[in-house]
């Protein structure tokens, strides 16, 4: 019987497509959404992952995120140190200024200031040029994504004196950067230089960068700095979620995407259901007939769902896979999308919406056919 019920289903061209393109619609809209979505939030944290070897970030008690907070003075940063449980400190500036380009053209960028004696902060992936020639006067590193959106390549970028806030910039280095969430051209020099090209302002330290001791209690260090120095500080797992928190608070980024998804679970099931409705009433008399041949309705219930089965099957497949390959399209050409990934928890979460769809609009078409008498194939 399970066979004559997937003959059915598969007879009717036209309806049996248009079952799948719902499901798949659906998948493809949601697993899309939910993984631009989610990679969005995680750049939020981007930056303080890109600091792994760090326990402790400390800021000014208004600082909210990476890119929101305000300069500390340079002697928080001695006051830090001298906290009990610290095992070492070290500064980074992290601010905005304007650089010019050899052609003249004016471009916002993020300038990250290392600290001297480590370059801690620095990226690990460093894709041309030498990390210490970072050490070099007036040598800045540059990010991937902001050297081809200046420069239009990689390679075109090494060497282009810059003007940056008119101090003479040199570009000695390209490193692969984790993308923020801002998405700007990040270049990364020394303290001792990034204090000449950030703007001169009074207080210019953005962050204290903590190792806690070997023994120590992150958090208990953190509390620490805290109650001695009047300074916020927030373990890394803490700021991490504190970018990502500052975006789901701060923008409509959430409200969009989650009426994105949810139009089309909506039009997932308008289009699945009516088309599974007009299946069952162009099947009503075979339907008739099988129970006038002496089939119970739960031999019925069984075929239903045999065939509700097959459409989400092929339907979820094929929409995962085409949302994946747009997905890794993106992040293989381009820089918008870099470092995008799909997590597992989101095919589940899609599996789960399917399985939802396909319960009601089944339902619905089950309701149909049960109500159907054998002697309507006689009439």
């Not at 950030?198 to 330290?205: A, D, I, S, Y």
């Not at 890394?236 to 009426?259: L, R």
């Not at 031999?299 to 890794?328: D, F, K």
């Amino acid at each position: 019987m399970m066979w004559i019920a997937i003959r059915m289903l598969t007879g009717d061209r036209v309806k049996f497509i248009g079952l799948v393109f719902g499901v798949a619609f659906s998948t493809l809209l949601i697993t899309q959404q939910l993984t631009i979505f989610v990679n969005l939030l995680l750049r939020g944290a981007a930056a303080v992952h890109e600091v792994s070897s760090v326990d402790i970030w400390v800021m000014d008690p208004a600082g909210r995120t990476t890119d929101v907070t305000l300069p500390m003075p340079s002697t928080d940063l001695q006051r830090v140190r001298g906290v009990p449980g610290v095992d070492w400190a070290v500064p980074m500036i992290r601010s905005g200024a304007n650089v010019r380009t050899p052609e003249g053209a004016l471009e916002p960028v993020t300038v990250v200031g290392l600290d001297d004696a480590t370059l801690l902060g620095l990226p690990t992936a460093v894709m041309l040029g030498q990390r210490e020639s970072l050490r070099e006067p007036d040598a800045v590193f540059i990010d991937g994504v902001g050297a081809r959106k200046l420069f239009g390549s990689d390679a075109a970028a090494m060497n282009v004196r810059l003007e940056l806030n008119d101090q003479r910039a040199i570009i000695r280095g390209l490193v692969d950067a984790e993308p923020t969430f801002t998405s700007g051209v990040l270049l990364y020099t020394r303290y001792s230089n990034a204090l000449n090209f950030v703007p001169g302002t009074r207080n210019r330290l953005s962050f204290v960068l903590v190792r806690a001791g070997d023994g120590e209690d992150v958090a208990v260090v953190a509390r620490r700095i805290e109650t001695e120095t009047g300074l916020r500080a927030r373990t890394s797992a803490q700021f991490a979620q504190d970018g990502i928190d500052y975006i789901i608070d701060n923008t409509g980024i959430p409200i969009n995407f989650g009426i994105t998804v949810a139009l089309g679970v909506i039009v997932g099931i308008v289009i699945v259901g009516l088309t599974f409705s007009l299946f069952i009433r162009d099947n009503i008399k075979q339907f008739g007939a099988l129970k006038a041949i002496g089939v119970t309705n739960a031999t019925i219930r069984q075929m239903v769902v045999a065939q509700s089965a097959l459409v989400a099957l092929i339907g979820y497949g094929l929409g995962l896979i085409l949302a994946i390959t747009l997905i890794e399209l993106g992040a293989t050409y381009s820089d918008a999308f870099k470092g995008f990934y799909t997590p597992y928890q989101i095919p589940l979460i899609a599996a789960g919406t399917v399985v939802v769809m396909i319960l009601i609009t089944g339902f619905l078409a089950l309701r149909q056919v049960l109500k159907t008498e054998p002697a309507e194939v006689f009439r």
